[in-house]
């Protein structure tokens, strides 16, 4: 019921972004100078994106930054990309890692200010591939510094899967697992409407005759076609999980055996010698390229550009990549990395570029057809997934 009225919440939050076309916002100037720290930075963030070494001490990107700067860091940490607009709509924050179905909905909501990337020295050595991005750049205008990215892996319990699953249909249709028991009542889906272009991606393998060019691009028949997939999983599906930390608890106590995942999850059960593994189907798989934003009315906007500094720093691109199991925005970090490995961008995918479908926020004045389903859609009727409508 918590999990309903939360749902609720963020609908009301985010029914604002219904129009078709993101504008850039004008509510604030572009800063041209730092000058002194003013003492703090408040940063939201997914879980595991800011580490001061308090869960090991191998893993610490803020002591370094706060001795050097003067600047405290705070967190607050978020779960999906709705709470996210949601706590930068209440404001008091300064920063957010913000992920592509967040990122263009902060920026038409003019939430989030322009970055003057002439700020920010290290901007030069992140990723070409991701430095116009169009989930933090609109009219050639950038609202975040590329912060991190991977894909939404299947994770699996590799004591009932002896070799990886090689579809995703072991958490969306009901069927016998290789250790003869059903599935029913041991997998999980994520909590968020974003989800529904998980299921549109099987369907584009499945269903070719739905003609799905793009999972964020839905019209109305490929709409319906991936709720009646959802509801279908709904009989299947224990928990719809959006807290990293509980689903870990999940796949430790409660007898999960597969899921979407975060990397995250993944590194921390093995990290506790959990019989735990991840894969990405012959489906493909959807994903996040996060993005750090300031937001309009930031009130340490010199700590948070020492921040955005730092945050593209190689070493900390490599731990934090080390730590989330993800790729780092520079690609300098993949290598003299001690945490990361010569091999670890490779490990976690970053040659994967072009095969995952990054999170962006649907609109209804869509590029692959006359008219798709717009964002605020797919909200209310995922709260209906769920619900069990």
Not at 218 to 235: F, I, M, T, V
Not at 239 to 245: E, G, I, L, M, V
Not at 319 to 334: E, I, K, R
Request: aromatic share 10%; net charge negative.
């Amino acid at each position: 019921m918590n999990r309903f009225f939360k749902s609720c919440t963020a609908l009301v939050a985010i029914t604002a972004f219904m129009g078709q076309t993101v504008v850039a916002a004008s509510a604030a100037e572009m800063v041209q100078e730092i000058g002194d720290g003013e003492g703090e930075v408040s940063i939201v963030a997914w879980p595991g994106y800011i580490e001061r070494g308090e869960t090991d001490k191998a893993y610490d990107w803020v002591t370094k930054f706060e001795e050097e700067t003067g600047c405290k860091v705070n967190v607050k940490t978020a779960n999906t990309s709705d709470e996210m607009v949601a706590l930068m709509n209440e404001g008091g924050f300064d920063l957010v890692t913000a992920s592509g179905d967040a990122s263009l909905r902060l920026v038409a909501g003019e939430r989030v200010q322009p970055i003057n990337t002439d700020l920010i020295p290290s901007w030069k050595t992140v990723d070409d591939r991701l430095k116009d991005a169009p989930w933090h750049t609109v009219d050639g205008t950038h609202y975040g510094v590329p912060y991190q990215w991977g894909p939404n892996v299947l994770m699996y319990n590799t004591d009932v899967f002896k070799e990886a699953p090689k579809s995703w249909n072991v958490v969306f249709e009901e069927q016998k697992l290789p250790d003869g028991e059903s599935n029913k009542g041991r997998v999980q889906a994520y909590d968020g409407p974003i989800y529904v272009a998980d299921a549109a991606l099987y369907l584009m393998a499945h269903k070719p005759d739905l003609g799905i060019e793009d999972p964020y691009e839905l019209n109305e028949e490929q709409y319906k076609a991936a709720l009646d997939l959802l509801r279908q999983q709904r009989k299947l599906v224990s928990r719809y999980w959006h807290d990293a930390f509980i689903q870990i608890d999940d796949f430790k106590n409660e007898g999960m055996v597969a899921s979407s995942a975060w990397p995250f999850q993944v590194n921390l059960l093995k990290s506790e010698d959990q019989p735990i593994a991840s894969t990405i189907p012959e489906e493909g798989a959807t994903g996040w390229a996060d993005s750090t934003m300031m937001h309009v009315d930031a009130a340490h906007p010199n700590c948070a550009y020492k921040w955005l500094e730092h945050s593209l720093d190689k070493k900390v691109q490599g731990d934090l990549a080390a730590w989330f199991g993800s790729v780092p925005t520079v690609p300098a970090a993949c290598k003299g990395n001690e945490l990361l490995g010569e091999e670890g961008c490779a490990t976690n995918g970053f040659e994967d570029f072009e095969k995952i479908s990054f999170w962006r926020t649907p609109v209804a004045d869509c590029d692959s057809q006359d008219e798709c389903i717009p964002y605020y859609r797919w909200v209310s009727d995922y709260i209906g997934v769920i619900g069990g409508r």
